[in-house]
């Protein structure tokens, strides 16, 4: 062949290839474009979403959808925390493709895009898979979440439905990857204020070890014991107690299948919290050891007692007069006492039918489950009313008086 020829030929070639490169890099640039701002999910019917499975390399959360409520499969159907489902549902829906690239093995490791599920890659290059489907069991989104961009403001994703990897505007950095972090965390909320009676009943006697209550609404509270000669009552230990019910979270919740031997519930103690407007709140309290630590149990029981009904003005003012002595001189010009041994009246009427219903509803709710609390909170329901009183210090003696019984103030 002639010099000149293959000179020619090798022209010819060169500005193929350089069109087919082109060619092949103007359709990829076209494709990515064309992504870019897209939504990752074409049709995403959110209102069919039945079941969320969150599966790390460390737990599996498997969230359901009841009749009525969703519940943390995995932790005994407890109920769960509906606004994190539709965060988190929204969140998923609203995902905007920012680049899209290769599924290499180099870059799955790298941006730790791996199934959780892959014995073969190292857990530092596993990802989590989050799976939604609907009530027959079909596929609505399948996502392994990767690594979050290092600059922020994304996350590197893939889909079941497609080979390639994703960069999407939104990151899930903060996603719950425990079935605890999605249980309903609040079990009741009583306020201290509420509060008309605690008394704290023993384990084997179930006799009442002590009664601290209020003499009515507004009063400060009184506990049954005496303040034992050069000590005082600690103020905050009763604070603690009637408060304890107040805004009360849980950490996790015990298998209902488990005997209380386990949690120690068959030696815990009994406070029974008496509300003013005739709520109960029967609280069973008891810890056990768990390996080098203790956990902290804590069962409920709600109801409803109706209160005695004040008498009205006219009986009240009957009832003074029968017991007056009519024979008694009268004294004239006599100022109303400020004391009275006639029944006050009660202001605020009672809807006994509607705290009935409460005290079932929540009842229903919460009364069948023994839940694992702090180590703090079961510290504020006082089992030893020894605990209630302290050693008055030198300094302090000159100008502390001596109390015959325990008064607290819960408004210092």
């Not at 599924?103 to 892959?118: E, G, H, I, Q």
């Amino acid at each position: 062949m002639k010099a000149k020829t293959f000179i020619t030929l090798a022209v010819i070639c060169g500005v193929l290839a350089g069109i087919a490169w082109f060619s092949m890099n103007q359709k990829q640039s076209g494709t990515a474009k064309s992504e870019m701002g897209k939504s990752l999910f074409t049709t995403f019917p959110i209102n069919d979403i039945a079941s969320i499975n969150i599966k790390s390399a460390d737990d599996e959360v498997v969230l359901k959808k009841g009749e009525k409520i969703w519940a943390v499969e995995s932790r005994f159907d407890y109920p769960a925390d509906f606004k994190m489902i539709t965060d988190l549902s929204k969140k998923i829906r609203d995902l905007k493709v920012g680049r899209q690239f290769p599924a290499s093995d180099a870059t799955k490791k790298r941006l730790a895009l791996f199934a959780p599920d892959n014995s073969d890659a190292k857990a530092d290059n596993k990802g989590s898979m989050l799976t939604l489907k609907d009530a027959e069991d079909k596929m609505i989104a399948s996502l392994i979440l990767g690594k979050e961009r290092e600059s922020g403001g994304g996350h590197y994703v893939m889909s079941a439905s497609k080979s390639d990897i994703y960069l999407v505007d939104k990151d899930f950095k903060y996603l719950d990857k425990k079935s605890t972090d999605w249980l309903v965390k609040e079990v009741m909320d009583v306020k201290a204020d509420d509060v008309k009676q605690v008394i704290c009943f023993a384990p084997e006697t179930k006799e009442p070890l002590y009664t601290i209550q209020r003499p009515e609404k507004g009063k400060d509270p009184e506990i049954d014991k005496d303040v034992p000669e050069g000590s005082k009552l600690i103020a905050n230990k009763i604070s603690s107690l009637f408060s304890a019910l107040a805004s009360l979270r849980m950490e996790d919740v015990e298998n209902p299948a488990d005997a209380d031997t386990k949690t120690g519930m068959d030696k815990a103690f009994l406070f029974e919290y008496q509300m003013f407007d005739g709520t109960v709140y029967k609280i069973k309290a008891s810890s056990a050891a768990n390996g080098k630590d203790a956990l902290y149990y804590l069962k409920a029981d709600v109801s409803y007692e109706k209160p005695e009904e004040k008498k009205p003005v006219e009986e009240a003012a009957k009832t003074a007069t029968d017991k007056t002595d009519m024979n008694a001189p009268v004294a004239e010009n006599t100022a109303p006492s400020e004391k009275s041994d006639a029944p006050k009246i009660d202001s605020v009427k009672i809807d006994s039918v509607k705290l009935k219903k409460q005290a079932d509803k929540l009842n229903k709710k919460i009364g069948s489950w023994t839940y694992v609390i702090s180590k703090w909170k079961y510290e504020n329901l006082v089992t030893d009313p020894a605990t209630f009183f302290e050693e008055i210090k030198k300094d302090e003696k000159a100008s502390t008086p001596t109390d015959t019984k325990g008064l607290v103030d819960l408004t210092k």
